[in-house]
């Protein structure tokens, strides 16, 4: 697809393709009801100070890629902070970038990608938080199919999610590749039928499924993106750039929330993932015990890197820059954005 050509419901299309229940072809409900918050915890009562209600918008259902939100609520963390959240119910056709600017959600969570295309189109959002260091964007080959390297890949077909063409597109060009890449929505099927040779996944999820049909760790080739030099970040925190000069307590109360509530959730795998199962239940959504405690697992990789000793909440300069390079020669935005336009950390 020409990416000059997009407008923005390219961030819808982003969404829909983000899949988050295990189920290689079970059907997406298209709304999840609010979740519900707990009774407030003693510590918070014992302030006697009124808790500010905030909202916060995931970009898919309710899954282990946001444990650390719903355990946050669940622990009363975020009570604690003084804060009554609630995390508005997933729906593919209101737009992060309506519902931030006419301030119906306080703070958001995207992707680098789409954060950055939202700022060129005018959205005046700032990056308050980067919990992801490493992106988990991957793309997978059967080894029987004879690709077992990149430069292999030329001449063959991919199934790559629907409106998500920029970054695999950037790969083959850097190598140089004439791959047919076909637009697929959220199911694995066409890779598990031999339609398409490559198959557009994330560590933490379609990959995972595509292992739950039977076929086998050994069988497949990994090829991360971010091995490649396209490591596009992911799970973001961000709100308008008002709220973040106006309000920084806020914004620092409901990052140091997010923070207590991922180090427990890591802590505390198979607490987590009942709390997140439970809250999935509540909105009515499918979910899959296994499935949920290697999403987890895999989070802890991303968010804690082997070597570090914990979190890093910050968005690194390179980092940055390497993704804006990418969408400035793909012209997926008109211009650059400054780094100190755009993120804006909540805690150093």
């Excluded at 992801?132 to 292999?152: D, H």
């Excluded at 199934?159 to 140089?176: E, H, R, S, T, V």
């Excluded at 505390?268 to 899959?288: C, D, G, L, R, S």
Aim: net charge neutral; with cysteine; aromatic share 12%.
């Amino acid at each position: 697809m020409n990416m000059k050509g997009k407008n923005q419901t390219i961030i819808a299309a982003l969404l829909l393709i983000l899949v988050a229940g295990g189920c290689v072809s079970c059907p997406k409900r298209e709304r999840a009801t609010v979740t519900t918050i707990p009774e407030k915890t003693e510590a918070a009562a014992a302030t006697g100070q009124p808790l500010r209600k905030v909202t916060v918008l995931p970009y898919w259902v309710p899954s282990a890629q946001f444990a650390g939100y719903y355990v946050g609520i669940d622990k009363g963390f975020y009570r604690n902070h003084g804060i009554d959240l609630k995390v508005l119910p997933f729906d593919p056709m209101a737009l992060p970038e309506t519902l931030i600017r006419e301030k119906k959600a306080d703070f958001a969570l995207l992707w680098l990608v789409n954060a950055l295309a939202m700022k060129d189109k005018g959205a005046d959002i700032a990056n308050i938080a980067q919990f992801s260091s490493r992106s988990s964007l991957m793309l997978i080959t059967r080894k029987s199919s004879g690709i077992n390297r990149i430069e292999e890949m030329d001449g063959k077909r991919a199934g790559i999610w629907i409106g998500f063409d920029m970054q695999p597109q950037a790969l083959f060009n850097k190598y140089n590749l004439k791959v047919e890449m076909v637009p697929i929505g959220s199911t694995n099927n066409l890779f598990l039928q031999g339609g398409v040779d490559i198959l557009n996944a994330n560590w933490f999820d379609e990959y995972h499924s595509v292992l739950n049909c039977g076929i086998h760790e050994d069988e497949l080739n990994k090829f991360f993106f971010a091995d490649y030099g396209f490591n596009f970040l992911e799970d973001g925190i961000y709100c308008l750039s008002e709220k973040a000069s106006a309000d920084p307590e806020l914004c620092r109360n409901f990052v140091e929330a997010a923070l207590e509530g991922w180090s427990y959730a890591f802590g505390n795998q198979q607490e987590a993932i009942e709390i997140v199962i439970k809250f999935a239940k509540a909105a009515n959504q499918p979910v899959n015990r296994s499935h949920q405690s290697w999403m987890l697992s895999r989070y802890r990789e991303l968010y804690i890197p082997a070597g570090t000793g914990g979190i890093n909440n910050n968005l690194n300069p390179a980092d940055y820059e390497a993704v804006q390079k990418v969408m400035l020669e793909s012209r997926f935005i008109t211009q650059p954005i400054p780094y100190d336009t755009f993120y804006k950390p909540a805690v150093r």
